[in-house]
């Protein structure tokens, strides 16, 4: 006897409606045939899936774990299908990719860059999002790819390191602080401020670590990105906070001053976030380029 994928789709719906019935009239098909499809897996695995109450069913310890498997071989299947019926069809391919601000602004471009040029058959969509609200959107299978804060708790998804860097004061070349080598956030706190947009997660993870000091930042102006923010500061109108490799960039520009923050916040690890299941498209090639390797593969359920 041998796995039915209709059968693993059925045991997924009756595991959610926890009623035979209503599972049968979900998928649909006849109460009979819902039993037999039941008993069937039953068999195969020699073990009972459900117990029977009079209110429909619950899953054994068995029926829970074939329900977890159940869901990625179908989820893994769904996905090879996919894959293979562009290929066969010669359809463009498109990779989702979601990362916070940082990632989209200071690491991301040049390696998608370096990815698309590679790829000319595979598209890219790049959005940004905080990190807290990337990691459901992998696990619903929103994108394929998240780039998130390396200090957020993840669990049942393939993390792998990705970058480093840390944010830094920016100011005038002849601001007070230009002169310094370090400064703790607590200093800048009645500093006047060129900020980023509220839409920009950095720029509300900054806003609240003045917050829980108590403060509020008296934030002059509003930019919609870096070089913006970079080209206000430069003329005296305030001081920012920016990611170290664009305050660099900006700096000769701007007659900006880097000076960097002695907060342990300021050191930001930036990891890829993935489920397996991408490793089996052209996804797993943009990992790679991601990473700087030649490969990515699965090892003992985690890719490296």
Not at 80 to 106: H, K, P, Q, W, Y
Not at 180 to 196: C, H, S
Not at 248 to 255: E, K, N, R, V
């Amino acid at each position: 006897m041998r796995l039915d994928f209709v059968d693993l789709k059925f045991f997924l719906l009756l595991a959610e409606a926890g009623n035979l019935t209503v599972a049968a009239e979900r998928y649909p098909m006849a109460l009979s045939a819902a039993s037999q499809r039941l008993k069937k897996l039953e068999q195969l695995y020699g073990v009972p899936l459900v117990e029977r109450h009079s209110r429909g069913v619950t899953l054994t310890e068995a029926g829970e774990t074939l329900r977890l498997h159940a869901k990625g071989l179908i989820r893994g299947t769904e996905a090879l299908n996919d894959e293979m019926g562009r290929l066969s069809s010669g359809m463009r391919r498109e990779i989702r990719v979601c990362g916070n601000t940082m990632a989209t602004s200071v690491f991301l471009p040049e390696r998608l860059g370096a990815f698309l040029a590679s790829e000319p058959d595979v598209d890219v969509r790049l959005t940004e999002r905080p990190s807290r609200q990337i990691v459901p959107l992998i696990e619903h299978d929103e994108i394929d790819i998240g780039v998130i804060d390396g200090s957020l708790g993840v669990e049942r998804l393939t993390l792998l390191p990705f970058a480093r860097d840390r944010l830094v004061l920016v100011c005038a070349a002849g601001h007070p602080f230009s002169r310094r080598d370090t400064v703790a956030f607590t200093e800048l706190l009645d500093e006047p401020f060129v900020g980023l947009t509220p839409a920009i997660a950095m720029q509300r993870f900054i806003e609240g670590m003045a917050q829980l000091k108590g403060h509020s930042l008296r934030i002059r102006v509003r930019t919609p990105g870096f070089a913006s923010l970079a080209a206000i500061v430069g003329s005296g109108a305030g001081v920012g906070i920016l990611p170290e490799r664009s305050a660099c960039q900006l700096a000769p520009t701007h007659g900006l001053a880097a000076i960097a923050l002695t907060d342990p916040w300021a050191e930001r690890e930036l990891k890829l976030c993935f489920k397996e299941e991408v490793l089996g498209t052209p996804a797993r090639r943009l990992l790679a380029t991601l990473l700087g390797t030649s490969e990515v593969r699965r090892t003992d359920g985690a890719a490296r």
